[in-house]
């Protein structure tokens, strides 16, 4: 059964903030959010993760909403080179069988 | 650091042959696994491994055998190649189940 449900597609102008969105509402307390990307066919990239607490790095900012159920991945200012395909995971402590779904293809458009 | 290496990047077999795919990481990394890509989907996994001497099954594992005899190595071994197991195939490996994975650059199998 699939723990996160992402939008098939979507697009964005390059310069502006993508935000993409993720439901997890099945998510258990212990459970981590993780975001990846994969850009054309390489392997994929991790991006970052949370628990409750929203989350920045360099590349992006978590969002995660206070019931847990739904996060939000914030690209600031995408450029064309973050055109790739973004997988939302939940992953607990033994959760040792991952699995990765479609994701969400994001096309920045110049 | 090399990260995770995979070896080879493209490989052709013919029906019924045999192959190692082969998965190395020089970062410690207690858990690996392996997956596979089919075109336009995610990533499935086949077998992973918590640690050296402990393999298990994931999602997809007919067909393919892992071995984990060392924490640095994880090979992917196919017995007897099946068009069905065209795919790319990729090996990841963390320090545990709450790290992040770092994926290796894939391998592109084709079977005839």
């Known amino acids: 059964d699939a723990k996160t449900t992402q939008p098939t597609s979507m697009d964005c102008a390059e310069g502006r903030a993508a935000n993409l969105p993720c439901n997890h509402s099945t998510i258990s307390g212990n459970e981590y959010v993780y975001w990846y990307r994969q850009i054309h066919s390489q392997g994929p990239q991790y991006i970052i993760h949370?628990?409750?607490n929203n989350e920045t790095n360099e590349m992006a900012s978590l969002i995660i909403t206070e019931d847990r159920k739904s996060s939000t991945l914030i690209l600031p200012h995408a450029t064309l080179r973050d055109t790739a395909v973004y997988y939302c995971i939940v992953r607990g402590a033994n959760d040792y069988k991952l699995s990765f779904g479609a994701g969400t293809t994001v096309t920045v458009r110049a | 650091n090399a990260g995770v290496t995979q070896t080879p990047k493209f490989q052709v077999l013919k029906t019924g042959q045999s192959m190692t795919l082969q998965c190395a990481q020089d970062m410690n990394h207690e858990y690996m696994s392996w997956y596979r890509q089919d075109p336009g989907m995610g990533l499935r996994l086949i077998h992973y491994s918590v640690g050296a001497g402990i393999t298990d099954q994931g999602e997809v594992p007919n067909g393919y055998n892992v071995s984990r005899s060392t924490t640095e190595d994880f090979p992917l071994r196919l017995l007897s190649a099946a068009p069905s197991q065209t795919s790319v195939y990729f090996c990841?490996?963390?320090?545990?189940?709450?790290?992040?994975?770092?994926f290796g650059s894939g391998t592109q199998l084709s079977v005839l």
């Open positions: 990841a490996s963390s320090y545990g189940a709450y790290e992040k994975l770092f």
């Open positions: 949370g628990l409750k």
